[in-house]
């Protein structure tokens, strides 16, 4: 399959791009994009919850009350769970929320992203660009030429400085490596737009494989 390289301005350049079938092509896996979404929240997650069991409440340690006669329950501590203040039965404890996948559900994942992208009409190939300085305006209007609305994610063969930091004021916008392209980005992505060289290294990665 074959898709028109379009220039900052646009407009066609004349020229066309085989895309790979096996990362453009196939038939989205959807369970293996909500395990690699689901990685990517999970790892996200600080996990610095935590609450103070009975042993970690400093208060009194004084018998309340006589232990028979009061028609009550004993209780021996204000530290107890069972009163105001006390300590918390079966918190919530720092962990660590990540998980493992393998690298080929991974990989199915990010494919299944790209074939979503390219069936549903959102995928963009530009030409190889760069930007003589960081420049937030000039960017923004490479997107309006592109016809770019909403959210956009370009992937770049090389890490572009200027272009990265031209786009950082965009709120909806988002410039990667297509080596770090994560596939929750890709389907949070409304447009993606993917540079001429970098499809070059997505044909090269996965003739690696």
């Given at each position: 399959?074959?898709?028109?390289?379009?220039?900052?301005?646009?407009?066609?350049?004349?020229?066309?791009?085989?895309?790979?079938?096996?990362?453009?092509?196939?038939?989205?896996?959807?369970?293996?994009?909500?395990?690699?979404?689901?990685?990517?929240?999970?790892?996200?997650?600080?996990?610095?919850?935590?609450?103070k069991e009975k042993w970690e409440i400093s208060r009194t340690t004084k018998k309340l009350k006589r232990q028979k006669g009061t028609g009550t329950a004993r209780a021996g501590s204000m530290k107890s769970p069972v009163f105001r203040g006390g300590g918390r039965t079966f918190g919530p404890k720092p962990r660590n929320y990540s998980f493992k996948l393998n690298k080929k559900v991974k990989e199915l994942a990010r494919y299944s992203?790209?074939?979503?992208?390219?069936?549903?009409?959102?995928?963009?190939?530009?030409?190889?660009?760069?930007?003589?300085?960081?420049?937030?305006?000039e960017y923004k209007n490479i997107l309006k030429n592109l016809e770019v609305t909403g959210k956009s994610l370009l992937l770049t063969a090389d890490l572009n400085k200027n272009v990265y930091l031209s786009s950082r004021n965009l709120p909806k916008s988002e410039v990667r490596t297509v080596k770090d392209a994560n596939t929750y980005e890709i389907i949070n992505a409304d447009v993606l737009v993917i540079s001429e060289n970098s499809v070059n290294q997505l044909k090269t990665s996965y003739e690696q494989i």
């Open positions: 399959m074959k898709l028109d390289v379009l220039n900052i301005e646009g407009k066609s350049t004349g020229r066309s791009i085989e895309l790979p079938e096996g990362v453009f092509g196939i038939e989205p896996n959807g369970h293996a994009v909500y395990l690699a979404v689901k990685q990517y929240n999970a790892a996200q997650r600080q996990g610095t919850h935590k609450a992203a790209y074939s979503d992208k390219l069936a549903n009409g959102s995928l963009i190939i530009v030409e190889d660009f760069t930007l003589n300085a960081p420049n937030t305006k």
